[in-house]
Every structure is written in structure tokens, then in C-alpha cells.
């Protein structure tokens, strides 16, 4: 975990991402997980695979060969970057998807992986998956931490697509983040205590699009009051896997233009 003691936020976070930013045939390592989802899986194993992972995600809608603004994605990056698991992510314009996209994925969503030959979607069993299959270094959260935060991004969504300044969805995001900045004073500095999990890999990509989103189409910032939210926002933006996976500003304003508009 970086101690570096300068002031960071989404958007400041832009400018050493460019430094770091994902090139679509760049072969890279990544990381993060968690949710157990029933399925029928792979071997347990330390060794890293002998090729990299294939994994499709979203792309940028503002810059070619630049990842695009989908938080699912960046989890699943993550957990293969914390885990130093190479990949090679694949870049799908979702104005144009390609035909071998939607063979992998009739669907039509990201992220999507190639393992052992087969393509498998959902963040979720991505996650699970790897974290079965890769053990070290573990990203579990144990059950009874791993809902933590876990309405956050709910009640993100209410409050950005909100027109009604009275309907409560802003106290009901602000009750939520100080019930994260609570558990965090005093279990942090991470979910699951001094070491980073896949509980804050599945958090940290949707506070990056809150700060992003609600900045931008509300003029909104979180409380400097909650002060353990916001140390814990900074040494998870402050990640160098963090930095690698993180979409563009404008590319989440992009991205969640339609939601607000709509």
C-alpha cells in the first residue's frame, strides 16, 4: 500500500494512469475477487499459467486503445494484477461489437475470460475462479466482512439519476458512506483489516466512478468529515494496480451520461 502523503482523487488520479495505461495487445499482470457462485471448476495452483490470460473488456468511447469506464472489469484486472497473473486484455467497442465478442458471449457483456479454452463471464465467478485456481497471494474476505460497502454503489446509481433534490437518495448514499467510514475507523485501514481483499477490489472501481460521476453532474464531493472514507479512497487509488486499471475521467463521465440524461 502506498503511504505517500499527497492529496488524490478520481480525477487528479488521470494523470499518472497516463503513465501506465492498458494497450490492447499489452501483455500485462492484474487482480481481484470474491462472491461464491456455484460452478464447476479448475484445479488449485500456484504456478502462474504458461500464456496469458485472454480477457475482454470495455473500451474507450473517448481515446482509441485505451480501456473503457466499466468498474466490473477493473475488479476482475485487479484481482490479476494484485494475484501478478498475466493477461492480455482484449478491448471491445461497444458501439461495434465484433463478431467474435458475441460468439464468446452472447450476451453481450464484459468482462469476459478464457479459461482453459472457454470463454466465462461474470465478475463474480472470474474472481472465484481465479482466487480458486491461484491461492497465493490470497484475496479473500472472510463472509462475514465481505458485505461491507456493498449498498454503496446502489445507492450511488439513485442519487446520480435523481431530478428530485427532496426524494432522500442523497441522505440515503450519505448513510451509507458513514456507515463504511465507521467500520473502516475502526477495522481499517482496508475491509478485512491490514491487508487489501477482494472486497475492496469489487469497492474501490465503483468510489473511483462515485467521485468521478456525482463531481461532475451533481458538483458533489464526499464529506470532508468522513475522514477514514477518504484515507481509504486514497490508498486505493493510490495502488499501482489501481493506477494500471482505471478507466479515463471522461470516459466515466461517458459512461454514465446516459443514465443521467435519460
Known amino acids: 500500500m502506498s503511504t505517500a502523503r499527497v492529496q488524490v482523487s478520481a480525477c487528479a488520479l488521470s494523470t499518472a494512469v497516463n503513465h501506465l495505461r492498458l494497450r490492447p495487445n499489452a501483455v500485462v499482470s492484474f487482480t481481484n475477487h470474491f462472491r461464491r457462485k456455484s460452478l464447476s471448476v479448475v484445479s488449485m495452483s500456484s504456478v502462474p499459467p504458461s500464456q ?8 474507450s468511447v473517448t481515446t482509441p486503445n485505451r480501456l473503457g469506464d466499466c468498474p466490473f472489469c477493473q475488479r476482475v484486472l485487479l484481482t490479476l494484477e494484485e494475484k501478478h497473473l498475466p493477461y492480455e486484455p482484449k478491448l471491445v467497442d461497444f458501439t461495434n461489437k ?6 464468446a458471449n452472447p450476451d453481450g457483456k464484459v468482462p469476459v475470460i478464457k479459461f482453459d479454452e472457454k470463454w466465462v463471464p461474470d465478475s ?14 490470497p484475496l479473500v474476505t472472510p463472509p462475514e466482512k465481505a458485505t461491507v460497502g456493498s449498498k454503496i454503489f446502489s445507492t450511488f446509481i439513485g442519487f446520480l439519476k435523481s431530478k428530485d433534490p427532496n426524494d432522500g437518495t442523497e441522505q440515503a448514499l450519505l448513510s451509507e458512506l458513514s456507515s463504511f467510514n465507521d ?10 483489516g491490514n491487508e487489501i481483499s477482494a472486497a475492496d ?12 460521476a456525482l463531481g461532475h453532474y451533481k458538483k458533489w ?14 490508498a486505493i487509488f493510490l495502488r499501482e494496480s489501481f493506477i494500471k ?12 451520461r446516459p443514465k443521467v440524461e435519460g
Open 52 to 59: 496469458p490470460f485472454e480477457i475482454a473488456v470495455k473500451a
Open 221 to 234: 464531493t464526499v464529506p470532508d468529515s468522513l475522514t477514514s472514507l477518504k484515507s481509504y479512497t486514497k
Open 245 to 256: 486499471t482505471s478507466a479515463q475521467p471522461q470516459d466515466v463521465i461517458e459512461g454514465w
Open 98 to 103: 465484433p463478431e467474435w465478442f458475441l460468439k
Open 201 to 212: 477490489l469489487s469497492l474501490g472501481p465503483k468510489l473511483y466512478h462515485l467521485e468521478i
Open 124 to 137: 463474480d465467478v472470474i474472481t472465484q475462479t481465479l482466487e480458486e485456481k491461484y491461492p497465493s497471494p
Open 183 to 192: 467500520y473502516i475507523k475502526e477495522n481499517g485501514p482496508f475491509i478485512n
